[in-house]
């Protein structure tokens, strides 16, 4: 027996201005019904809903993408894995089998990137705060600190003074690179004359030894332009630490901030139209090194922290609808069991969100809301979106970034994450939260024991 075809009332959608003529454009949405060969109902039935879903070779083949235009352009590349994008271990470990070292930012992630077999030499240790006991550890232990902070920098030459070897550090260096608003948060300032001071302070220090500068001038930054202006600051400031001294700088770590093919709200055009290439940055940033003073038998290594436009195209998150409903103001609302706690990223982008199953042409203006009592879940405020039943699934696209790292466990548990690996498997690489999981971390006193 054919299934009876769902009905769908007519909808008249209001021509917006900017299409191409009077009578409006064809507008139709294509479903996504499979991730490599993985039915997406299949997904759901097997693992839940919501479910995020990564995928090992888009990490890698995105991976050797960005390594391939930056060392074709300089000889000396070394990408360092941003832990805090994506702190999974099954994540991180792909990226170190990949030859990248690790970029941590607190000392929960130096532990994660020990325990991930990194050799501690190959550990970057940036943020603007690590305890003294941190900076022992790490500094013995041989680790580069990128140092945020003249307080900092103090207690790195105290420390240093009982450490059985030369502390290797860096500095953080923050810049006016054309961006709007300036990143000054972290690190020294380059041109009120900060970083050069903290330069001269280290050189001064005998047990420091500078092996570094580094600076990360914001995050999903479009304009190529900036990474050059910083580049050519930072090989201006190795030019003069060489002058003065004769000491030659190991390498120069330009960060990341790279941007991804997510669109950000509010912005005019698509993310796929508008974010630069990887060559792109390459050019920028490898141009502004090689066309500066620094000798060709001296040129530093150079070292990326890139981590949301490695790993975003990796990401999915499943769903499933869970009722439609007409709001106050005629706009069709669609509920589904993802949250803002699950995809914290809905915050700052217009997430590429698309049906499960296959859908005719038909499409409406609706608001695509989460699960929570919160009347700030809402993934989309306004999408053309097709008319889907409770129970279909739907899938949101580019979320490797930082969602499984910012989300939160507010309201609903957390779901299962599952990698899907280039053997064809599909692995469980985080277990689903229940109640067992909070019991195991809460106690109630003996006093409340009885209810």
Known sequence: MTEKQRYERPVINRIQ????????????????????????????????????????NTIRSTYRELLQAFSTRYPK?????????????????????????????????????????????NILFNGPYKSAEELRISLKNGSLVHIDHFDELYQIIHISEDLPVKAKVAIRINMDTGIYPQWERFGFNYENGEAWTAVNRIMNSPNLELVGLHTHIGTYIMSISAYATASYKLAELAVRTERKFGHKVKYIDMGGGFATRNTLKGAYLPGTDTCP?????????????????????????????????????????????????????????????????HLFTSFWY????LPGVPVNAGSEDTQICGPLCMNIDVIRQAVRFPLL??????????????????????????PKIVLLAEDGGVYVIRENENLDTFKALERVPDFLQNR
Not at 305 to 316: H, M, N, Q, Y
Not at 319 to 341: L, P
Not at 350 to 353: A, G, K, N, S, V
Request: aromatic share 10%.
């Open 17 to 56: 201005s900017g299409l191409p003529d009077k009578f409006g454009a064809k507008f139709r949405m294509e479903s996504r019904t499979e991730i490599e060969g993985h039915p997406v109902k299949e997904l759901i039935a097997d693992y839940g809903s919501p479910l995020f879903v990564l995928s090992e």
């Open 77 to 121: 590349v070394q990408m360092a894995w941003s832990y805090k994008t994506n702190y999974l271990d099954a994540v991180c470990r792909i990226y170190h089998q990949e030859g990248a070292w690790a970029e941590v930012v607190s000392w929960f992630e130096y532990e994660k990137a020990i325990n991930n077999g990194v050799d501690p030499r």
């Open 277 to 341: 290439s990887f060559d792109d940055y390459a050019d920028a940033i490898t141009g502004a090194l090689l066309n500066s003073e620094i000798r060709p038998e001296d040129m530093p290594m150079l070292i990326l922290e890139t981590g949301r436009a490695l790993v975003d195209d990796a990401g999915f998150l499943l769903g499933t609808v869970v009722a439609n409903k007409r709001m106050a103001s005629g706009r069709r609302g669609m509920i589904t069991d993802i949250g803002v706690n």
């Open 350 to 353: 217009e997430h590429t969100l």
């Open 389 to 414: 039943q409770p129970g279909d699934p739907v899938v949101v696209e580019r979320i490797g970034a930082y969602n499984m790292t910012q989300w939160l466990q507010f309201i609903t548990y957390r």
